[in-house]
């Protein structure tokens, strides 16, 4: 309770979902309360803290919406429950959770984009075009309908018992942080299968974040083929740009503990 109480106390200070009446303090600064309170940089195959508290921080103008930085808190506050719920470790954890930052800005800009609000408007329109089209193609399988800010196919079945969530809503941004989340793991577990089975051994843990969105966007068969090419791909550029604007952090309990009494 005492962690959580003050991780709310540093969203109030970074300006975060919680603090909209006044400017927002300095990057410098918020940094400055972050090390005070033993935080410490995070660096995907650098660290190795399983349990650490994480913490996300970022200057960029449409991330200091109060859904944005909802759907961080989510990812902050879910951190042990969810690595427990799909058995995962902490440091894929975070990788992942910055990943769905850089996703969330691909597929609906922060919840801002033309495109997704008018996917989002009318679902069973966007469906029904999508039976029409394959139905042109002579094509008896129809794609499952993308859904919320971040556009993903299904919702994981613990995501589903545990949370409640539907794909009705996952436009709430606590329900799109975990639903990501846990298609994220999954797609994860099937990368590391798929390295083996189809011997994929150009991919490994240091570019993991370069060709796991092909499982996302459903392109496995070109990950199976060796066709994927994400140094080229728009996807992948422009999630990472959108992951490069922001700073990971990590604590152990310890610290927080240590720290706050």
């Known amino acids: 309770m005492l962690i959580r109480l003050f991780l709310a106390l540093v969203f109030v200070l970074a300006g975060g979902a919680h603090a909209f009446a006044g400017p927002a303090m300095p990057l410098e600064e918020r940094r400055a309360v972050l090390i005070q309170n033993g935080y410490e940089r995070w660096e995907w195959m650098r660290s190795d803290c399983e349990d650490c508290e994480i913490y996300f921080l970022t200057a960029a103008p449409e991330m200091q919406t109060e859904k944005v930085q909802a759907f961080f808190y989510a990812l902050v506050d879910k951190k042990a429950e969810l690595q427990r719920l799909f058995n995962v470790g902490g440091q894929e954890y975070t990788l992942l959770a910055t990943m769905s930052i850089g996703i969330l800005g691909r597929e609906s800009k922060f919840w801002t984009s033309p495109r997704y609000v ?144």
């Open 118 to 261: 008018l996917k989002e408007s009318a679902p069973g329109l966007v469906h029904l075009v999508k039976v029409v089209r394959a139905y042109l193609k002579g094509d008896t399988n129809v794609a499952p309908l993308s859904r919320g800010p971040t556009q993903i196919k299904y919702i994981p079945a613990p995501i589903v018992e545990v949370y409640g969530v539907t794909p009705d809503t996952l436009h709430v941004p606590e329900n799109a942080a975990v639903a990501t989340m846990g298609f994220l793991i999954e797609a994860l577990g099937e990368l590391k299968r798929r390295i083996v089975i189809n011997n994929l051994s150009y991919i490994n843990e240091s570019n993991y974040v370069d060709y796991l969105p092909y499982l996302y966007f459903g392109s496995k068969r070109k990950l199976i083929n060796g066709q994927a090419t994400p140094e080229t791909n728009l996807y992948v550029r422009e999630m990472k740009h959108y992951m490069s604007q922001v700073e990971v952090y990590e604590r152990r309990p310890e610290e927080g503990v240590s720290r706050l009494h």
